[in-house]
């Protein structure tokens, strides 16, 4: 379910509240923030089906009833940590 | 004329309740990272979502004659790009006044202009806030200067905290 403008201008603000410093400094204003959230919202709606149906035919034992929604986006989110050395 | 000038501690501000509408900013101790000795001083850390507010009760110097004058000095968490809104009232009682202290009101919000925040994070920067609105403020009034960032503001830019680190109101001297 996308996101409302409230929680885009609270995701965005608690990421910058968390991931961001003196030596990382947030360089956007809060609507150039607004903005990138919008998109990561809008790419996440756009692809989750076929995030979904990858996962059904590549993993069906992981995919469809398998496991929950949230486990399937807990995964997807830990192999994007990790991808990226966050994790 | 002469310029007065009281500082109003960080220390010195009386927090909010934290009910509805009366948010408190975080009040921090900040210890220089430079070697020791190191400068240690307080800071009111202003969320960029929330309205949060700073109060300090006073009584006017028996100087006052007018002109009152916001000066703070700011930097900010992590935003270097945007601008930050902050907004200050008055409420002013004079000994004597028909006023029920305990159910007074503040006066009309006098609002900074959109102040940009400094291009490097830790780095200082001041905004000047003419209070226009200052409920008829005279010399030996009981008076309560309020202080809040204006974050829900549209030209309130600036993602992340600002750190109030000093605050004086000034004025026109007798």
């Given at each position: 379910?996308a996101?409302t403008?409230?929680?885009?201008?609270?995701?965005?603000?608690?990421?910058?509240?968390r991931?961001?410093?003196?030596?990382?400094?947030?360089?956007w204003?809060?609507?150039?923030?607004d903005?990138?959230?919008?998109?990561?919202?809008?790419?996440?709606?756009?692809?989750?089906?076929?995030?979904?149906?990858?996962?059904?035919a590549?993993?069906?034992?992981?995919g469809?009833?398998?496991?929950?929604?949230?486990?399937?986006?807990?995964?997807?989110?830990?192999v994007?940590?990790?991808?990226?050395?966050l994790? | 004329?002469?310029?007065?000038?009281?500082?109003?501690?960080?220390?010195?501000?009386?927090?909010?309740?934290?009910?509805?509408?009366?948010?408190?900013?975080?009040?921090?101790?900040?210890?220089?990272?430079?070697?020791?000795?190191?400068?240690?001083?307080?800071?009111?850390?202003?969320?960029?979502?929330?309205?949060?507010?700073?109060?300090?009760?006073?009584?006017?110097?028996?100087?006052?004659?007018?002109?009152?004058?916001?000066?703070?000095?700011?930097?900010?968490?992590?935003?270097?790009?945007?601008?930050?809104?902050?907004?200050?009232r008055?409420?002013?009682?004079t000994?004597?006044?028909?006023?029920?202290?305990d159910?007074?009101?503040?006066?009309?919000?006098?609002?900074?202009?959109?102040?940009a925040?400094?291009?490097?994070v830790?780095?200082?920067?001041?905004?000047t806030?003419?209070?226009?609105?200052?409920?008829?403020?005279?010399?030996?009034?009981l008076?309560?200067?309020?202080?809040?960032?204006?974050?829900?503001?549209?030209?309130?830019?600036?993602?992340?905290?600002?750190?109030?680190?000093?605050?004086a109101?000034?004025?026109?001297?007798?």
């Amino acid at each position: 379910m996308a996101l409302t403008a409230a929680q885009q201008r609270a995701t965005g603000l608690r990421f910058v509240e968390r991931h961001c410093d003196a030596a990382s400094p947030a360089r956007w204003t809060k609507p150039q923030l607004d903005a990138a959230v919008v998109v990561v919202d809008q790419w996440l709606t756009d692809n989750q089906a076929s995030f979904v149906a990858a996962l059904n035919a590549g993993a069906p034992a992981f995919g469809g009833a398998n496991s929950t929604a949230q486990q399937k986006a807990w995964l997807f989110v830990y192999v994007v940590l990790v991808r990226q050395g966050l994790l | 004329m002469a310029t007065g000038v009281i500082n109003l501690p960080i220390g010195a501000a009386v927090l909010p309740d934290g009910s509805a509408s009366n948010a408190a900013p975080a009040i921090q101790r900040v210890k220089s990272s430079a070697a020791a000795p190191t400068p240690y001083f307080l800071q009111a850390a202003f969320d960029a979502a929330t309205e949060e507010q700073l109060l300090w009760p006073l009584v006017v110097p028996a100087d006052y004659g007018g002109t009152p004058v916001l000066n703070l000095l700011f930097k900010m968490l992590s935003a270097s790009t945007g601008d930050v809104i902050v907004e200050g009232r008055v409420a002013a009682v004079t000994a004597g006044d028909a006023t029920d202290v305990d159910a007074k009101a503040l006066d009309a919000a006098n609002t900074s202009a959109a102040v940009a925040v400094p291009g490097t994070v830790g780095h200082l920067a001041a905004i000047t806030l003419a209070l226009t609105n200052a409920d008829s403020l005279a010399d030996g009034d009981l008076a309560v200067v309020y202080l809040a960032r204006d974050a829900t503001n549209a030209a309130d830019t600036a993602a992340g905290d600002l750190e109030l680190v000093g605050v004086a109101l000034s004025y026109t001297r007798l």
